[in-house]
Structure formats: C-alpha cells, structure tokens
C-alpha cells in the first residue's frame, strides 16, 4: 500500500510540472509570431537604417532589446527603436532578440537590410 501511494505522488509531481513546462513553451511561441522588426532608410542618408519592433500580444514586453546589426555591431537598446549607420554598402542579416516577461521567454527576430 505503501508503494501505491508513493508512485501515485510522484506521477502526479512528474504530470504537474511537465503541464507547467508545456505551457511555457507554447505561450513562448505563440507570442513569437506577433513580433515584427521593419526598417527603413533615414531621410537624411541611405546607410543609416532606422529599425521598429512591433508587438501585439497579451503579455508584457520586456523594454531592453538586443541589436545584432549584422556588421560586428551589436548594442542593448531600450525601447522599440533602433537606428545604426553602415560603412560598407552590402546585404546584412540584422537580428534583435526580444524577450517577454522579464525574459521568461525570448527568441530572435531577423530582418534582412540592404545598404546600396
């Protein structure tokens, strides 16, 4: 009887905290696909490049981004703006991680930028 009981804890341990961790993982991406960088030349020169995250969702965003520009320039950022100034015309793989909730969940979000 004993045995019973105990086996009948820890399934039921080992079912709670594997129902926790399944549900920070689909919150995590499911917030993902609401995260959007856009980016556009500034008016006053074509390789300085202004970036926006977008967000749409129901958990807090946290205000600190990190900027991988692509071109060994890599900055923390508070806010959902960005702007940086490329020295070499080219194509560069910008990446911004963004994370929710005091960084309980975070993933990158690529954007391509071409300086002519």
């Known amino acids: 009887m004993k045995f019973i009981k105990i086996f009948c804890l820890l399934s039921l341990l080992t079912l709670f905290s594997c129902g926790k961790a399944e549900k920070s993982i689909v919150d995590c991406f499911g917030e993902s696909i609401l995260v959007d960088v856009h980016h556009k030349a500034a ?6 490049i202004d970036f ?3 967000y749409s969702g129901d958990h807090k965003m946290d ?3 990190k900027w991988d520009f692509g071109d060994g320039t890599i900055q923390t950022l508070n806010g ?3 702007s940086h100034t490329y020295s070499k015309a080219g ?3 910008v990446i911004a991680k963004v ?3 005091n960084g309980g969940c ?3 979000i690529k954007e391509t930028v071409t300086i002519p």
């Open 80 to 82: 959902l703006t960005a």
């Open 63 to 65: 205000t600190a981004i």
């Open 43 to 48: 008016a006053d020169a074509a390789s300085k």
């Open 52 to 54: 926006n995250v977008s």
């Open 99 to 101: 994370g929710l909730n």
């Open 106 to 108: 975070s993933f990158d």
């Open 91 to 93: 194509t560069y793989t």
